[in-house]
């Protein structure tokens, strides 16, 4: 693990024209200031700083692999069992349709069928909210899960390694620019797939 200085300024642009004039000269000349920015740094000392890349992480962070298949497959259970009950209830319509327009249903038998028709059609309204709450429910309840434990792991890898501040590097986050020399991805991942394979031999003893 690698020390890292991190040094934080603040922006300041001036520009100062400077105008001089000759002895018995009426001409000016204008002179423009360096335009370089001054940036005032600050040394944080010893501080280690360390960071890792989420998108990284999480394309080899294998319980979260794991559990992101697992919910992937749930979500396309449901979609395929919508998809059935859809096509189920479609079906019964056509082929009442026909019946009706070829004249073979009497009118009771009409309203029997439309009925039939909502009862069907708040059924699968029913479950597509219903099923679908669950499925959003345990996703969220994993992403906490995960999240809790890259968070403690995070705590212990900081502290085995001296890290007095582990950053995460993600899409859209808002660091601007952090030096390479401080990306701790790769073994960081690799310490969290190894304290999950320690904690899967603990349980299977």
Known sequence: MMTKKIFLGAFFLACTTVLISACGDDKKVEEEADTTPDVEVRNTGDLKIAYYDQDSLFLHYQYYLERDSMMTAKGLAFQKQLQSKSASLENY???????????????????QIQQE????????????ETQGRV??????????????KIAEFG???S?????????VKASGGQFNYISPSMDVTKEFTEY???QEHELQDQINK
């Not at 319509?93 to 309203?111: D, H, R």
């Not at 499925?135 to 999240?147: D, F, P, R």
């Open 159 to 167: 502290e085995k390694h001296g890290i007095d501040i582990l950053m």
């Open 93 to 111: 319509v056509s082929v009442n349709e026909s019946s009706m327009q070829k004249g073979l249903l009497s009118e009771t038998q009409i309203m």
């Open 117 to 128: 028709v909502q009862r069907r059609q708040n059924e699968l309204m029913q479950f597509q």
């Open 192 to 194: 969290l797939n190894q």
């Open 155 to 157: 705590k212990k890898y």
């Open 135 to 148: 499925i959003e429910e345990e996703t969220a309840k994993e992403l906490q899960t995960i999240g809790n």
